[in-house]
């Protein structure tokens, strides 16, 4: 039926089945595909099914292979491409059919976009969780070797504080730090020039836990300075930075973990960019650290507030403008200091 007809007809050449010897012949389709003689004679009617078609390649002519072996050859490339006979022109022509499936393609789309989002908001924490749980030492060890070897390529160099005020300060970490769930040998204080970081402290998830000199200057007294270690001291104890990377990392790589295959892959994964994960949590890990930072210091017999009066005056003495130090990374708002006040008064009242 000529209703029917794709395209117009192909004019080329016909080479019969093994013969070197061709004669003019066009192409048409109709009823499936034609060949016709230039005499009219049907040469060949067969299902496009059954049909070879070489690629477009420039201006090379192209190639009809039929199923009896005999080729069909011509330089009608366009002429060919409007005839749709290759598997990707015919879908083209399908495009039709699914503008009709258009409302039921958009709603797999939303429910595949929310099955995604309730991956990320119900399964990915828990995943986190059992990752966390089940991650074996070596894993926040290569994350912590990884993150300082990093930030003293970058960020960090060597302390200008004296020795004995290092060696002060860290038996006062360490009496503060035998409280903690880890003990005292569960951390390593170690101190740097802060450069671009600033008055800042940072914890790793092996417990390294860095001290920079100018938070060391700006402190008033030592109180001050155990009040943010203490804070840190509850960043690793809640492993909220091995989270942080675990949630960055994604789901394969927890999937992977979490069979127990902490392979190259795996670990170039977590330790890449980890560094400076340690700067910046969630509100909920800072507030879970604040808590913390109340509850050591109490225990140590210090001012819970220590850290609250750290952050008046890094405020008073940077401004609250302050992009680069523990501030960026810390907002030291009013909520926040009030939430430990109101913390600190519910211990004391237990006591
Ligand atoms: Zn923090």
């Known amino acids: 039926m000529a209703s029917d007809a794709i395209g117009d007809a192909v004019r080329g050449d016909w080479f019969a089945p093994g013969s070197s010897e061709s004669r003019p012949a066009s192409l048409e389709r109709a009823d499936g595909v034609r060949l016709l003689g230039d005499d009219g004679a049907e040469l060949i009617l067969g ?6 078609v070489s690629p477009r390649v420039g201006r090379i002519p192209r190639r009809v292979r039929f199923a009896d072996g005999s080729v069909f050859v011509t330089l009608d490339n366009d002429g060919i491409d409007r005839l749709r006979l290759t598997p990707a022109a015919r879908r083209n022509g399908l495009v039709h059919d699914l503008e009709r499936f258009r409302p039921r393609l958009a709603a797999f789309v939303v ?14 924490p828990v995943m986190i969780e059992v990752a966390v749980a089940v991650t074996p030492p070596v894993v926040p060890q290569m994350i912590g070797s990884a993150a300082i070897d990093t930030l003293d390529r970058v960020l960090l160099s060597e302390t200008e504080l004296p020795l004995d005020r290092q060696r002060d300060l860290e038996t006062q970490f360490a009496a503060l730090a035998q409280f903690s769930d880890l003990g005292a040998d569960g951390y390593n204080l170690v101190f740097r020039d802060g450069g ?11 417990g390294t836990v860095i001290l920079t000199d100018q938070l060391v200057a700006l402190a008033d007294d030592d109180e001050m300075i155990l009040g943010v270690l203490a804070h840190e001291i509850g960043h690793v104890e809640l492993q909220h930075s091995l989270r942080q990377v675990y949630r960055l990392a994604g789901m394969s790589a927890l999937i992977m973990l979490i069979a127990g295959d902490v392979g190259e892959a795996v670990e170039e994964l977590l330790v890449e960019g980890s560094a400076l994960l340690s700067l910046s949590y969630s509100r909920a890990h800072e507030s879970e650290a604040d808590r913390r ?3 050591l210091m109490l225990k140590a017999g210090h001012d819970p507030l220590a850290i609250n009066r750290f952050f008046a005056s890094i405020r008073e003495e940077l401004g609250v403008a302050d992009e680069s130090g523990m501030l960026s990374t810390h907002p030291g708002t009013a909520e926040r200091a009030e939430a430990l006040e109101a913390y600190a008064a519910e211990l004391r009242g237990r006591e």
């Open 47 to 52: 299902e496009v099914g059954g049909i070879e």
């Open 196 to 206: 671009p970081l600033g008055p800042n402290a940072l914890a790793l998830p092996d």
């Open 293 to 295: 930072s109340v509850e």
């Open 111 to 124: 429910v595949v976009a929310l099955m995604a989002f309730a991956i990320y908001r119900y399964a990915l």
